[in-house]
Each structure stands twice: as C-alpha cells, then as structure tokens.
C-alpha cells in the first residue's frame, strides 16, 4: 500500500452545535457538504457514484487495491472508457478527488461507500472476501459517528449480519457510533441512464442509519426512495437481476423448443411483443455476461436454501443460461455437418466479444466460453470487435491473448463459419452475410431481431445475400 502525503480535510467548515448528537452532525455536515465521502472500490459501480459526489460538492476520497488504477486516476486518466474519456481529469481539476491505496486513510472519511466485487467462488458459493476486507478496514479506521453503506450486489442480510458485526466488533455500537445502509447500483452500462438518474433505492439497518445514508445520496442523486430496511433493498436488487436471469434462461429454452417444433424464435418474439400489456420482451443469446446476471441468481439461490427455502426456478435459470454456449457451439457443428465438414480444423469467425452491443465490457462474456470451447473441439478460431482490439489471456481460462482481426472480404470468403455473438451497429452483418459461406446467428440481426437490448442494426433478411447459410442459433 503506497501513503499518499496529503489529506482530505472535511472539518474545517463545521458550524455543527456542540451537544450535536453522532445521527445529529452527521446529518448537519451532509447539509453543509463537509463530510469525505470515501469510495472503496473505483470500477463500474465505484466510479460513477464518485463522480456524482464530486459533483454534488463532497469532498471524496478513492481507496483501491489496485495501485495501477489509483495512479491512472490520479493523473487524470479514466480507467473504463464507456464513462468518458475525460471523467478522470474532470474529478481530478475539482480539486475534491483523490484516490489512494492507503486504508489508512479512511481515518478521514466520514462516510463510505463499498463498492467492491462480489464474485462466486470456485462451488458457485457469494465470495464476500473483498466486502469482509473492506469492513476490517472501516472497522480499524473510519471515524466514530460515520456511515457505512454497502452497495456490492449481494445476498438479503449480509448488510445486517455480516458487515454490522464486523463494524461493531470495534467497540462501535450501530445506530449510535456507526450508521450502516445498503444502496445497490442500478446502473446497466451502455444505457444512458446512469448512477445519478436512476431512482436509487435506500435501506438502513436502523431508522437512523436509513435516514443519514437518504441524506447523503439526495444530495447527490436525482431521485431516492427509501425503503423498510437494508435486507429489502438488497432483495430487490437481487429480484430486479433474477427477473432478467429467469426470462431470459425461459427465452433462450423456448428457442431451443420452437426450433425442434419449426417455428423461428424471432418470428414469435415479433408477434408476442405487439400484444400491448402482460408481455415484455427478452430476446435469447449465446449465454449471458457480465458482472451481475449471471452471478446474481447463484447468490439468492445460496441464501434461500441456506435458510431452508427453495429457489428451484432462479437456480435453473442460471444453469440454462450457463449451458448456452455449449448448446451453440453444437449448432455450429451440426451447420458444418451439413456441408460434410466437422469443428475439428475448421475456421470459425467469432463476431463480438463483449458481452453487449456497442460497449468494450468483455466481463463474463459469453464470447469466450464459445471460443473455448470451438478451440477443444479442433476449431481454429479469430475473433472480431470493433470494441475489443485485443484480449490479454487473463480474461476467461483457456482463451489466449489475440488481437481482432479485420472483417476485410477475403478473410470472410475464406472462413468456414461466422459466428455472430454480439450485435454490435458497428459492423455491417449484411456485408457479412452477402460473403460468408455460414453464419451462426445467435442474436437474430439477420433475421429481425431489433430489440433495444441488442441492437440489431437491421429488421429482416438483408437483400443481395450470397450463396452462404444463414443460420439462426
Ligand atoms: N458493473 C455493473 O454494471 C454493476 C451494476 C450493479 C451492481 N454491481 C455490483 O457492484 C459491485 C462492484 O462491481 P463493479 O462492476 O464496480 O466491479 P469492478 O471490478 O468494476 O470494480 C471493483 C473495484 O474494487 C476494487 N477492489 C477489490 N477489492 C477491494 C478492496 N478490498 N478494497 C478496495 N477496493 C477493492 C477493484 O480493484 C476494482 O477497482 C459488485 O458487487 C457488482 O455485482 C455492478
């Protein structure tokens, strides 16, 4: 950990009356923007809620482990792209932004802000390590009368039964000496709304600690909506991914169904979406990526069955999810099967690794577990994102380091297969499908799919297609 010189100083502006209570001048300085807001874990979550307390006025104090990402932040540069190129040096020139790697620190803060990852673990078991290593942190260094809020996506009750314990094994009592909430990050990256336009939802673990974390995220939020306790808001949270994990697992299940029974997914999805109510469209995929729909059902599942409750549907959700690529890479194979080729020693074209369209986020994607498992199967595989210039090695096991290589015409004649995992607008599938001899279309962009998650760039079959396949996975 590096000790960073300078210092925060959140107390010079106090006017706060002397036999103020702790809940009392809390909530007095949030008014007055004289509380340091520290945010532990500066990603996808940590960085935009930082920013929008900047902006609000607070002084705000960055903690990572990552000595790489704290040095890039505090020379100005952004770490994620898709949060703009300049937010970094935006933070850095208001003059109440500084990151560090120093838990020490925290000494300082007078509110935090956890927002570091909550993977599974090797058994698909929640792996709090990082929120159990923040709360030692806060326990040892955060001032007497601060606010803890925990906004790592996590199972209902962790707030209360793991991070309250860990607070007041300190000799801190909740309610009194330390307030404590849970606030989850809404935020879908590619989508415009963001950490300070999403209604943010707010419980506390006691009406105190509810009241002072509604407090501060008003002050720096468009709209917060206070619920009965930490344990609903971290339900919610989890209800919110799980209604996206179940419909879209129900979706990519009835694809497989309608297509033994003859029918086109897309063609259905096109005619249930024009019934005006009762019906809200998911569209089925290769598999699902990112940080949090695929790990989120896991841990409601956990925690369900922990407590003597069944979570059947969740649990089989994120296992039909999980199967997909598995069941794609076989239809890449029964396509190559019917020109009297095999995966083994096939050349296959992999269109998109990031996990959605149009964004650079390859977490979790899909993408690599195809090309795994195309690469086991005997295929020889390239890639192509005009998001995602090149993979490191370090983002899925199994998946060497390579760079995206050109859509250019003679590559694409030359290919035995095009495999379509992401619809990115950027690339031009029609091109595609006007040279390729096969595609794998796992998103529906030559067949019509247009949904807004996935948008797909063109509504039914493109005209002038040559003579390849196309084939709707
Ligand atoms: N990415 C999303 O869109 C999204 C949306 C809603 C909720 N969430 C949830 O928010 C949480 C954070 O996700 P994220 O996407 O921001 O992750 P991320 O990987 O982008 O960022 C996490 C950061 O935490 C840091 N970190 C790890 N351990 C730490 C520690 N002990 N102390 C301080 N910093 C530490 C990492 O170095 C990293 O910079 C997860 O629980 C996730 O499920 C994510």
Request: contains cysteine; aromatic residues 4%; negative net charge.
């Amino acid at each position: 950990m590096s000790s960073d010189s300078t210092s925060v100083d959140s107390t010079s502006v106090d006017d706060a009356p002397a036999d103020a209570s702790p809940r009392e001048l809390l909530l007095h300085r949030i008014e007055q923007r004289s509380v340091c807001v520290a945010v532990l874990g500066l990603g996808h979550v940590g960085l935009p809620i930082t920013a929008a307390m900047v902006d609000a006025g607070f002084r705000v104090l960055g903690v990572d482990v990552d000595a790489a990402r704290v040095a890039a932040l505090n020379a100005g540069a952004t770490p994620l792209r898709h949060l703009g190129e300049d937010l970094a040096r935006r933070l850095r020139d208001t003059g109440r932004f500084e990151a560090t790697t120093d838990t020490a620190r925290l000494a300082e803060a007078d509110a935090a802000l956890v927002c570091v990852p909550t993977p599974l673990d090797a058994e698909r078991q929640p792996d709090l390590g990082a929120v159990r290593a923040t709360a030692g942190d806060l326990a040892r260094h955060l001032r007497p009368g601060g606010l803890v809020v925990l906004s790592s996506t996590t199972w209902p009750g962790t707030t209360r039964s793991v991070l309250v314990p860990m607070l007041e094994a300190a000799g801190r009592r909740c309610g009194t000496d330390v307030f404590v909430a849970f606030s989850p990050e809404r935020a879908d990256p590619g989508r415009h709304d963001d950490a300070v336009t999403i209604p943010r939802l707010v419980g506390g673990v006691d009406e105190a600690s509810g009241e002072i974390a509604c407090a501060l995220y008003r002050a720096a939020v468009r709209e917060v909506v206070p619920v009965a306790s930490a344990d609903v808001a971290e339900a919610a949270k989890l209800l919110e991914n799980c209604y996206r994990a179940v419909n879209i697992a129900m979706v990519n299940e009835l694809k497989l169904a309608f297509e033994a029974l003859g029918v086109d997914v897309w063609d259905v999805l096109d005619a249930a979406s024009t019934k005006p109510f009762g019906f809200q469209r998911f569209e089925p995929g290769p598999g699902l990526g990112g940080h949090c729909i695929p790990v989120d059902p896991f841990y409601l599942a956990w925690a369900a069955e922990r407590a003597g409750a069944s979570a059947r549907l969740v649990r089989l959700a994120g296992e039909i999810n999980q199967e997909m690529p598995e069941r794609i890479v076989e239809r890449v194979g029964a396509a190559l099967a019917e020109d009297d080729r095999t995966l083994e020693g096939a050349s296959v074209l992999v269109l998109g690794v990031a996990y959605k369209p149009d964004i650079d986020d390859v977490r979790g994607s899909p993408s690599f577990a195809l090309i795994h498992l195309l690469e086991q199967a005997g295929a020889k595989v390239d890639y192509h994102d005009p998001h995602v210039p090149r993979l490191t090695g370090r983002e899925h096991e199994g998946v060497a380091v390579r760079a995206s290589v050109e859509l250019d015409d003679a590559r694409l004649a030359a290919c035995d297969a095009v495999l379509v995992a992401t619809a990115h607008a950027a690339v031009d599938h029609a091109r595609v499908a006007r040279i390729a001899r096969l595609i794998v279309d796992t998103r529906g962009v030559l067949r019509g799919g247009s949904g807004p998650e996935h948008g797909s760039p063109e509504r039914g079959r493109p005209d002038g297609l040559g003579p390849g396949r196309i084939v709707s996975a």
